[in-house]
Nanobody
Framework: QVQLVESGGGLVQAGGSLRLSCAAS????????IGWFRQAPGKEREFVAAIRYSSSSTWYADSVKGRFTISRDNAKNTVYLQMNSLKPDDTAVYYC????????????WGQGTQVTVST
């Protein structure tokens, strides 16, 4: 099994920045990629960004391209989401999740961290 723990959420003014962390533990050797998702009140969960664990390949939702950066520190088994130029529309609970080798879906999820962007 893999355990994922997010941290770094909080309240920030529009235009500000936050860095989220996703710390992985357990069978981390089985991780293929880690992604960030978010869910705002009354909305469906949406993909934000992802990074392949063994390479530098990254993917971003169009809504965050140029503002968010995903990165990893494999030695610490931690993935980061640097969020700049935050907007009120970025307000949501942010979750990290992982895919594993041989598994097509994100099957381990963290508990989420709240990000609130005020006007």
């Amino acid at each position: 099994q893999v355990q994922l723990v997010e941290s770094g959420g909080g309240l920030v003014q529009a235009g500000g920045s936050l860095r989220l962390s996703c710390a992985a533990s357990g069978r981390t050797f089985s991780i293929n990629a880690i992604g960030w998702f978010r869910q705002a009140p009354g909305k469906e969960r949406e993909f934000v960004a992802a990074i392949r664990y063994s390479s530098s390949s990254t993917w971003y939702a169009d809504s965050v391209k140029g503002r968010f950066t995903i990165s990893r520190d494999n030695a610490k088994n931690t993935v980061y989401l640097q969020m700049n130029s935050l907007k009120p529309d970025d307000t949501a609970v942010y979750y990290c999740a992982c895919t594993r080798e041989g598994v097509a879906t994100y099957d381990y999820w963290g508990q989420g961290t709240q990000v609130t962007v005020s006007t």
